[in-house]
């Protein structure tokens, strides 16, 4: 098994004006200078280290308005643990997987999970030794999924700062990452890519339309702008160790951020809406 090495982030300080270590408690869009939520920016994967800084041509880098490192106190920060604190802002990828049907592949995370649990994601995850952001999307998705993305044309989407928990009432950050999302478009149609779910990383997974696709990113964090009849999708889903056909209501794909203090109800991750977002203006540039 190859070795899993922790990627680290540098920034391009706006203040410094060199590249500085990303630090955990950090905000890093506020440390590029950086005073919304979206800035584009230049990046490389240099080794274990991926390096960003301000470019009015790059890509989109986003995080929520709620990204709480960018609201911690001196309090706060005093009180994360040293395990936190010492990991720095890690290094993930994802991929959208756009069929050549026009469907979009969405896998969601166990309710287990560490970070993140119970959500609905684009599939993903870290970098081992030696990969390149492409080489360990493939790897991540065939693990997960059973899906092969080797001859998919793939597409920069763009950069997504993840904090795990997302706001700071539900305690404070034990994960922050920057992700990689990357469109990755197969040749054949989502009814012949076979799906074989990973059950300690997937327990659900489905393939959205452009149309479902369209009312998920045209709500709000809450979900509460798009008064549309609920509706439902087909999903494979694990249970009891197999996976079983299943109609799902897609109302909680509506909303990325928590609508009540049970933050282990389903939802679309924030991250994940940015990518679908991207996706859609990508899909229909002319």
């Not at 106190?73 to 643990?81: A, E, G, K, Q």
Request: charge should be negative; include cysteine; aromatic fraction near 6%.
């Amino acid at each position: 098994m190859a070795k899993v090495v922790r990627h680290t982030v540098s920034l391009f300080s706006n203040d410094q004006k060199t590249l500085i270590s990303a630090k955990f408690e950090k905000c890093c869009l506020s440390v590029l200078g950086c005073k919304d939520n979206q800035i584009n920016v230049d990046f490389d994967l240099n080794g274990k280290d991926l390096r960003i800084q301000p470019d009015d041509h790059g890509v989109r880098l986003e995080h929520p308005s709620s990204c709480p490192c960018r609201f911690l106190t001196l309090s706060d920060i005093s009180n994360l643990s040293e395990k936190s604190r010492q990991s720095g802002v890690r290094v993930g990828v994802s991929f959208v997987i756009e069929s050549a049907d026009g469907h979009v592949l969405l896998t969601k995370r166990p309710k287990a999970m560490r970070s993140f649990p119970n959500i609905w994601v684009t599939p993903g995850g870290h970098i081992e030794d030696g990969e390149t952001l492409q080489q360990a999307g493939i790897r991540e998705v065939q693990e997960e999924t059973g899906v092969l993305t080797t001859d998919a044309n793939f597409t920069m989407l763009g950069l997504w700062e993840s904090v795990y928990p997302p706001v700071l009432a539900m305690g404070l950050p034990t994960s922050h990452h920057i992700v990689v999302y990357m469109l990755a478009q197969m040749p054949q149609a989502h009814s012949e890519i076979e799906l074989t779910l990973q059950e300690s990383e997937v327990s659900a997974a489905a393939w959205l339309d452009e149309y479902t696709v369209a009312e998920i990113v045209k709500s709000d964090e809450y979900g509460k702008t798009r008064n549309v009849t609920q509706k439902y999708f087909s999903a494979k889903v694990i249970e009891n160790g197999q996976q079983v056909d299943k109609k799902l209501p897609l109302s909680p794909l509506m909303a990325c951020m928590p609508q009540s203090e049970d933050w282990t109800l389903p939802r679309l991750s924030s991250g994940s809406k940015f990518a679908l977002r991207q996706w859609m203006q990508n899909h229909c540039a002319p």
